[in-house]
């Protein structure tokens, strides 16, 4: 299996910025998808953006596209979240997850590696 550890994460004003990192390890390269989730208090999980590892194509949710870039490290084993012009419902824990089976969408079906998540608060 893969392990999944995230970092990164803390508090921000409104329009700053901060990014993920997510240090995986075990057998990463049978995990072809790698993406970022998030939830919320009270909110069910939800997609925030993947990355390919073949070709490195992203995709990600429409909430955050223009704002957030995925990024994949190949040599770090090393997953990204950069998230600018941060507002406060981008508030939550982010999860990083991986899953072996393509494409490689913000929709957690078939994602079954997991980590514990890193908190990002973003308030005035």
């Known amino acids: 299996q893969v392990q999944l550890v995230e970092s990164g994460g803390g508090s921000v004003q409104p329009g700053g910025s901060l990014r993920l990192s997510c240090a995986a390890s075990?057998?990463?390269?049978?995990?072809?998808?790698m993406g970022w989730f998030r939830q919320a208090p009270g909110k069910e999980r939800e997609g925030v953006a993947a990355v390919y590892r073949g070709e490195l194509t992203t995709n990600y949710a429409d909430s955050v596209k223009g704002r957030f870039t995925i990024s994949l490290d190949k040599a770090k084993n090393t997953l990204y979240l950069q998230m600018n012009s941060l507002k406060p419902e981008d508030s939550a824990m982010y999860y990083c997850?991986?899953?072996?089976?393509?494409?490689?969408?913000?929709?957690?079906?078939?994602?079954?590696?997991w980590g514990q998540g890193t908190q990002v608060t973003v308030s005035a």
């Open positions: 997850a991986a899953k072996a089976i393509w494409p490689c969408t913000v929709q957690p079906f078939q994602y079954t590696d």
């Open positions: 075990g057998y990463t390269s049978t995990r072809i998808c």
